[in-house]
């Protein structure tokens, strides 16, 4: 880690520490499972994340950040998919995965033969998810809680970006980093199901996926996800 955890981030380490020892099964348990598009990564997500947050927030006595973590998304599993079947574009470099999530993409970006991997999300529990998963997949990613979006330099070979364009207001700041980066040198990957808030034009598409899809919001069981980068 690029830093000992502390604060919030090591209180909800422990906390999902001590959710994935619990005994029992249910729709509000964590469970370790292979996922659909990407079955070489197994990560601990929720059997329904809206009950597994209602009852943390119960337990914890106060409102806790949606748990984006505790699900899988087809962005990230489509940029997951694309590094671990283009392994070239990641060995021996340095990755940085925004808005990491579960892990997935960095976990990929690791088991592809990345010389250093880098997971970013301002959610101490998907900080504390990630180095969960990370070692439940016996690999090495380094942890940052910080917001990077006004940071000059994204100190990165590949920038990773799953799921990033799903509001107006993040979109507005993600895009500039995701600008700053490409301009500095490193390579830019996204991947988006065409959320609302994709800047057309801006970006152009290199692959393709029908992924998996669990999201309530979603009718069919497939979603069409694009891999992209910046123009």
Not at 60 to 77: E, K, N
Not at 86 to 94: N, T
């Amino acid at each position: 880690m690029l830093a000992p955890m502390r604060g919030a981030t090591a209180t909800a380490l422990s906390v999902l520490e001590r959710e994935i020892d619990a005994p029992g099964a249910g729709l509000d348990r964590l469970r370790l499972v292979p996922i659909p598009f990407v079955p070489e990564v197994r990560l601990h997500l929720a059997e329904d994340a809206i009950v597994w947050w209602a009852r943390m927030e119960a337990a914890a006595g106060h409102t806790l950040p949606p748990p984006y973590w505790a699900s899988v998304w087809a962005g990230g599993q489509a940029l997951a998919r694309h590094l671990l079947d283009h392994p070239q574009l990641v060995a021996g470099r340095r990755v940085l995965d925004l808005a990491a999530g579960s892990g997935l993409v960095a976990i990929a970006a690791a088991l592809s033969g990345a010389a250093r991997v880098v997971a970013n999300d301002i959610d101490p529990y998907a900080v504390a998810a990630v180095t969960i998963n990370a070692r439940a997949n016996q690999v090495s990613v380094d942890t940052t809680g910080d917001d990077l979006l006004d940071r000059a330099d994204a100190e990165a070979d590949l920038v990773v970006a799953g799921d990033v364009f799903y509001s107006r207001a993040l979109a507005d700041r993600v895009l500039p980093f995701l600008q700053r980066a490409a301009a500095g040198g490193a390579e830019v990957l996204v991947g988006d199901p065409d959320r609302g808030h994709l800047p057309e034009g801006r970006l152009t598409v290199l692959a393709a996926y029908p992924v998996p899809t669990t999201e309530p919001s979603v009718d069919s069981s497939l979603r069409q996800v694009r891999v992209l980068r910046p123009v």
